[in-house]
């Protein structure tokens, strides 16, 4: 496989350039996403919540360490931007609820996109443009349409139907996806420290799935 098309595959499975482990840390949203409904709701998360925050926490302690106290296996800027993209997942998933039922989802994603590509146009005119062959450009609109409109718009509608913290969970499918065919495709280095601490938070994702068999309680009970 050419540069070219390591290139290409590596933008289409939205593998961020920091590596599979980076990559794994966004898996971090369903937490974040509870503990938002939580503080939010005034109420304590469920007991299988918070075990499953704690089991995330150490799978992610893991992949950045390599599970030595004394050294970090991701760059700094690797666990940065990957707990980055997990906020913002979880962000994405329960900020534009109200917007969603005022307005619909449609609306409300196309005006996001239409900011965020306004932000990125000063990249677009300082970057140099390279020679895309036809199956370049068939690769990009693929990017375009079916990784990001209408990816993005199915996922943001669920919102309306299930519940955010279930939403994230579906979603941490994307960077399990994304881990799989980096390592396969692109040769990304995972060891078996990195697997262990990303099958972790694998199971702290599902964890939150598990019914629980005691009421939520508030904080002042």
């Known amino acids: 496989m050419n540069q070219r098309y390591k290139g290409l595959t590596l933008a289409a499975v939205g593998s961020c350039f920091w590596g599979a482990s980076g990559t794994m840390i966004q898996f971090l949203a369903p937490v974040f996403i509870i503990i938002y409904s939580s503080l939010r709701s005034k109420m304590w998360p469920r007991r299988i919540d918070a075990i499953s925050i704690v089991v995330a926490v150490v799978g992610t302690f893991i992949l950045a360490t390599g599970g030595r106290f004394d050294q970090l296996a991701l760059s700094p800027l690797a666990c940065f931007w990957g707990l980055i993209a997990a906020f913002s997942e979880a962000i994405n998933t329960v900020l534009p609820g109200k917007l969603f039922k005022k307005y619909g989802p449609i609306p409300v994603i196309g005006a996001a996109m239409l900011v965020a590509g306004i932000a990125f146009l000063p990249i677009y005119f300082t970057q140099p443009m390279p020679k895309l062959a036809p199956v370049d450009v068939w690769v990009i609109v693929y990017i375009i349409i079916g990784g ?46 990195d697997m262990f601490g990303g099958f972790l938070i694998i199971v702290a994702t599902f964890m939150q799935l598990m019914p629980s068999r005691n009421p939520i309680k508030k904080n002042d009970e």
């Open 148 to 193: 990001t409109l209408l990816a993005y718009t199915m996922y943001l509608s669920s919102v309306q139907y299930i519940e955010p913290s279930t939403v994230g969970m579906l979603g941490a499918f994307e960077p399990l996806i994304a881990t799989i065919l980096s390592v396969s495709l692109l040769h990304a280095d995972f060891g078996p420290m």
